[in-house]
């Protein structure tokens, strides 16, 4: 069954530390792929996404993701959080739009 | 340009009723996506209106329906609601049908059934 995965449930950093959240996918055919974010209190908004070309794909507050065919794997990076960073990240895939079960990152201060 | 916006935010409703969410999506845009969103479960993908045909469904029973205005304002109507409907639903708009399209959400409608 087509299906996207996320590693991570709660995820824990101090300021500064560099983040990677996992995203595996599990259907072939065309793939987009997306990150979303939900900031505490905020409605869901997009990160970033991947539909084709570069396989490196950067959003928005310095976020990056890499979508690896060979892997089925498009986690998302950032060379350093920040305590505003903490949120919920959702992983999505849109041929069917399967959300991933989200992972919590609480960045302290 | 405003926002999604759903209505009404907030809803209780007991078992056996039904309930009717409604949906305005940012202005030009022709898709809707409902979403229902629990602890439990995550995110669940519910169907994608646009251009007021239904062009994708998630694995929800017939009790979840909806439909698509030619303004693009969508409802969603839950019949015969079971204890397990709780959740937040969210709609989302985008200005094409899914498909490396950005959607915008809304903040949902909370829904709690008794």
């Known amino acids: 069954a087509q299906s996207v995965s996320q590693h991570n449930h709660h995820v824990i950093l101090s300021e500064a530390a560099s983040l990677e959240l996992g995203c595996n996918y599990s259907y072939g055919g065309t793939v987009n792929l997306f990150w979303y974010v939900q900031y505490p209190g905020q409605h869901l908004q997009l990160l970033l996404k991947y539909f084709s070309g570069d396989p490196l794909v950067k959003g928005i507050k310095g976020f990056e993701a890499e979508f690896i065919k060979s892997k089925f794997s498009f986690n998302l990076r950032k060379p350093s959080v920040q305590w505003s960073d903490t949120a919920e990240y959702f992983c999505?895939?849109?041929?069917?739009?399967?959300f991933g079960a989200g992972t919590r990152l609480t960045v302290k201060p | 340009k405003a926002g999604v916006t759903q209505t009404p935010r907030y809803l209780i409703k007991t078992r056996g009723q039904q309930v009717t969410l409604s949906c305005s999506p940012i202005s030009g845009h022709r898709s809707v996506s409902w979403y229902q969103q629990t602890p439990g479960q995550g995110l669940q993908f519910l169907f994608e209106?646009?251009?007021?045909?239904?062009?994708n469904k998630g694995n929800f029973p017939g009790r979840f329906s909806g439909r698509q205005f030619s303004n693009s304002r969508s409802e969603m109507n839950v019949s015969t609601l079971e204890l397990g409907d709780s959740a937040l639903y969210l709609c989302?708009?985008?200005?094409?049908?899914?498909?490396?399209?950005?959607?915008?959400f809304g903040p949902g409608t909370r829904l709690l059934v008794l």
């Open positions: 999505a895939g849109d041929n069917d739009m399967r």
């Open positions: 989302a708009s985008s200005l094409g049908s899914l498909g490396g399209e950005t959607q915008y």
């Open positions: 209106y646009f251009s007021e045909t239904q062009r």
